[in-house]
């Protein structure tokens, strides 16, 4: 647990659920870890850059809101208009000093506000300028997100911030580039700012809006209704607003003989970190949590030990929170280095041949493999539905409502039966319903991630 001296930083806390027990010859261990940060946001500005921003005032930020202006937007007009008012209510919501930019993005990308590879900086003034220059926005062209990424990126760059974030929005498939192309671009902008994205009526294409908000650790969401994307966007804007410490690392080291099988967010959503890691030294690897502000998330990490005798045991895994620090930065010596934020969490293993301990499953674990599980059949499920295989569709969407009822994950519970009849939700006995409208569809395998917190 770290403790600060400095005003408005808070605590980070770490959590390890567990049964360290493990009967002769197991070798695979399970931990759900619970990372908690309160008391004002995260470390931020205040403790790597305290130049940045005076006394009372959140950290230094910039934000790019990418904005789809490609000919779709015109069908029907009103999708347009709710664009330009819902990017108008993301600037009313920056806080003052942010530093922002508005892109226009078709099978280009173009800067509406303030132009010229600047960023503004949020005020009274510059907002009405920035609404002001929305107001000129209108459809047209084609659909190369990659190029509003990119664009975005060196914007952001330009500043000396802690915090850098987008807000993207579309409403249809990325046909104006290669699959490749956007897979690049969201290589280069991996690590150098956070994203969330939005897919605005049934057009959009899901898998590509979500990989994006993968890819860059935001969020993904739908707006079926145009109309409300407004109130979206200000939530997403006020959240961001909210973030004080970007590129928060959980790292993990493992002793000689052991081997990581997986790292995984499973609350508040499911991503699979495992492929991200980034060597941290000897036996370590760092996995990017992104940006953080008062909030709690839960990690599922899987460790495969060598094997050990009746009443051995050891150290599985040590887990703890990083910051990567520029060089020059305080306390980061020549190169940079890290800061470390106190936070650390230990991962057990046991041998035992008690039967009973060695097979009982920690209800974190169980909660959250079950939560990743009903992530996947949802998948594979409208996956296996767009296919027309029915009958397979029919077995793994029925297993989905099993597992929402089971784990209490009543949202989803919800979005399923608006693509099944549910007969039997407890043997997850349903039919698919013959006619379903696109945007309930989207919509579940959208959210399909999202999961409920495990009851402690």
């Not at 993207?168 to 690049?184: C, F, I, M, Q, V």
């Not at 597992?403 to 099944?420: F, H, I, Q």
Request: hydrophobic fraction near 40%; include cysteine.
């Amino acid at each position: 647990m770290a403790n600060f001296s400095k005003s408005n930083v808070p605590t980070f806390s770490m959590d390890v659920y567990q049964n360290e027990y493990l009967p002769e010859g197991g070798r695979e261990v399970n931990a759900i870890v619970t990372v908690t940060a309160t008391g004002g946001g995260t470390i931020g500005a205040a403790v790597t850059a305290p130049h940045l921003y005076g006394p009372g005032q959140g950290p230094s930020a910039a934000v790019a809101v990418m904005v789809d202006c490609s000919g779709s937007m015109d069908y029907p007009s009103t999708k347009m208009r709710n664009a330009r008012d819902a990017t108008a209510a993301a600037i009313d919501t920056l806080r003052d000093g942010v530093h922002f930019a508005v892109i226009a993005g078709t099978h280009v990308a173009k800067e509406v506000y303030p132009g010229g590879g600047r960023l503004a900086v949020a005020g009274p003034t510059t907002r009405e300028q920035a609404k002001h220059a929305l107001r000129g926005l209108g459809a047209g062209g084609g659909t190369a997100i990659g190029t509003w990424l990119r664009l975005a990126d060196r914007l952001l760059s330009s500043a000396d911030v802690a915090i850098r974030h987008g807000i993207l929005l579309t409403d249809g498939r990325n046909e104006h580039e290669s699959p490749e192309d956007l897979k690049a671009a969201l290589a280069e902008c991996a690590g150098r700012f956070t994203c969330d994205a939005r897919g605005v009526g049934t057009d959009w294409e899901v898998k590509e809006v979500t990989g994006i908000a993968a890819a860059l650790l935001g969020t993904a969401d739908i707006v079926a209704d145009p109309s409300a994307l407004s109130a979206d966007f200000t939530r997403m804007m006020e959240t961001a607003m909210g973030k004080e410490v970007a590129d928060v690392a959980l790292r993990v080291w493992t002793p000689v003989g052991t081997a990581i099988r997986f790292v995984k967010q499973v609350a508040p959503t499911v991503a699979d970190l495992t492929d991200r890691r980034t060597e941290a030294g000897p036996r370590a690897g760092d996995y990017p949590t992104g940006s953080w502000g008062d909030e709690s998330r839960d990690y599922h990490l899987c460790v495969e030990v060598p094997a050990a005798g009746l009443g051995q045991e050891m150290l599985a895994a040590r887990v703890s929170l990083v910051v990567p620090q520029p060089e020059g930065a305080a306390g980061s010596g020549a190169g940079g280095g890290v800061l470390n934020l106190g936070a650390q969490g230990l991962v057990r293993a046991v041998w035992t041949d008690d039967m009973t301990a060695s097979t009982a499953m920690n209800a974190q674990v169980a909660h959250y493999t079950g939560q990743a599980e009903l992530a996947k059949v949802i998948q594979q499920g409208l996956d296996l539905r767009k296919a027309g295989d029915f009958d397979g569709a029919t077995a793994k969407l029925g297993r989905a409502v099993q597992l929402a009822s089971v784990s209490g994950n009543a949202d989803t519970a919800k979005l399923l039966s608006k693509v099944v009849d549910v007969v039997d939700a407890t043997t997850g006995t349903v039919r698919l319903k013959a006619k379903v409208e696109e945007a309930d569809e989207m919509t579940l395998e959208t959210r399909s991630t999202k999961t409920v917190r495990v009851k402690k």
